[in-house]
């Protein structure tokens, strides 16, 4: 997935716009009116939903984004512009049509647990007149695009006039059109690249049960046959993504944590999207979707996942090499931004760790402990003989690095040439700066940058000096 970071592809988004309302609050009582939780309301959020999920989740990943739809003349309408300029959208592209409603999901939450949901929405498709609108914006406009994604919600903008006008037209024009489907009548998607409906989607679609991977086969090449598609693949949830083009191959879920699955199949179609406009093939775009879902469903509410959190995902998942978590400065800097940003408490310690042994580990997993990522400070060659003497280190600074990030509590390690690792705590701006114990009543370096100083009292007996000094007396 590193070869993802820096693309910057185009991609258009045609589909129904909606807002994701969340009210979050907890519950103590039932209500004496009626056998009903009562929610105390602390806190309202909006956020982009339908195919404005879409568009944020490609946004997150690096996309350049357009949108073409269709919304109402209401209160709606004016909260939803206001999100999508909020992510410096134009909104050059989206139609009002009197009288129609704008598209608003009401969930309240107790105590993170959806107890609720009420839609304010007009679902009939939109009207002829905006019907041609779009079909001409989008004939002056496909060439901008390297993927186009539709993300039909049922909520009428993609009416099958529109759905076959904008697939001719892109596939005329040589560019992939991917659609998340809805609905039973596939019919209206015939010519797509692709489509991306899950497995109760692709039962209705098919009316072909999918209990075995005989079934499984036979749907996904119904749904192929039937749509004229190049690629036909089905979600499969916790199963994964099933894939067909002229063989059938299940590319597995690599989901840790499932808290809410609102919003996955928007982040499969954009993650799609991003991977096959960044000219990634079929099946390395599905394994980055799947990556992608992996790190939504283990967020609570509709989500999207940046190249960041796919990346790290990842090494967690597969227990990525230890040359992984090395890091330079610039990149540590750039890091523990994105870190700060997801609500991460950062812990900083440093040290010449030159012989590994029970002190440091037991002291690095004490550090490891005061919060969510540990990323450890390690004097340089030219530092350490510096320090301690010109018979030091023992090990290299490689080989001390790289031993170091193989350990569970350390997350990443950076080396730095100075007598003190000042500069580098300036660019991790941690929250917590740990040192041992032997600090105590003394300055420590980075102290006025770190929010707190916690001092952690190291093994007795344990110490790189000790080893060496039993090891020379040894060989005597």
């Not at 099933?242 to 840790?256: C, E, K, N, Q």
């Not at 870190?339 to 550090?367: M, P, S, W």
């Not at 041992?436 to 009543?441: A, F």
């Amino acid at each position: 997935m590193i070869a993802l970071k820096g693309k910057t592809p185009k991609i258009l988004v045609i589909g129904d716009l909606m807002i994701d309302h969340y009210l979050w609050g907890s519950c103590e009582r039932i209500s004496p009116e009626a056998p009903v939780q009562i929610v105390s309301v602390e806190k309202e959020t909006s956020v982009l939903g339908g195919a404005g999920n879409v568009i944020h989740n490609l946004i997150d990943l690096g996309a350049k984004v357009d949108v073409l739809s269709v919304i109402g003349d209401d209160a709606n309408a004016f909260e939803l512009q206001k999100l999508l300029q909020d992510l410096s959208l134009s909104t050059e592209h989206i139609i009002t049509q009197k009288n129609r409603t704008t598209s608003k999901k009401s969930r309240i939450l107790a105590s993170g647990q959806q107890v609720l949901r009420y839609d304010k929405e007009t679902t009939q498709d939109i009207a002829k007149e905006e019907e041609a609108k779009l079909i001409k914006d989008f004939e002056t406009m496909v060439d901008h695009y390297d993927v186009i994604i539709l993300s039909d919600y049922d909520k009428g903008v993609l009416t099958p006039t529109l759905t076959q006008a904008i697939i001719h037209c892109g596939n005329a024009h040589n560019k992939k059109v991917l659609v998340d489907p809805k609905g039973t009548n596939f019919d209206k998607y015939k010519g797509a690249y692709l489509l991306t409906p899950n497995k109760k989607e692709a039962i209705l679609a098919s009316g072909i049960e999918i209990k075995d991977s005989a079934s499984l086969l036979e749907a996904i090449k119904y749904i192929q046959s039937l749509c004229s598609l190049d690629i036909s693949l089905i979600t499969l949830s916790e199963e994964g993504i099933a894939l067909y083009d002229t063989h059938l191959r299940t590319h597995p879920t690599v989901a840790r944590e499932v808290f809410d699955v609102t919003g996955a199949g928007d982040t499969v179609i954009a993650s799609l999207g991003f991977a096959l406009a960044s000219g990634y093939a079929i099946d390395a775009s599905v394994k980055f979707a799947n990556l992608s879902a992996g790190v939504v469903v283990g967020k609570l509410g509709s989500a999207t996942a940046s190249l960041d959190e796919i990346i790290e995902y990842e090494s967690s998942i597969h227990k990525s090499t230890s040359d992984f978590h090395i890091k330079s400065i610039e990149e540590i800097h750039l890091l523990s931004r994105q870190l700060q940003k997801r609500g991460k408490k950062i812990v900083f310690t440093n040290g010449c760790f030159d012989i590994l042994h029970i002190g440091h580990v037991k002291y690095l997993e004490e550090a490891k402990s005061y919060g969510d990522v540990l990323i450890l400070g390690l004097n340089s060659d030219a530092s350490v003989k510096r320090l301690k003497g010109e018979s030091r280190p023992i090990n290299t600074e490689e080989d001390r690095a790289y031993i170091l990030a193989s350990l569970e509590a350390v997350d990443y390690v950076v080396k730095f040439e100075e007598d003190t690792p000042y500069t580098l705590i300036k660019a991790v701006q941690p929250h917590i700066l740990v040192k041992g114990g032997d600090y105590e009543g003394k300055d420590v370096v980075g102290q006025d940058i770190a929010k707190e100083l916690r001092l952690v009292t190291f093994v007795d007996g344990k110490s790189t000096s000790k080893i060496i000094e039993r090891i020379q007396n040894d060989n005597c």
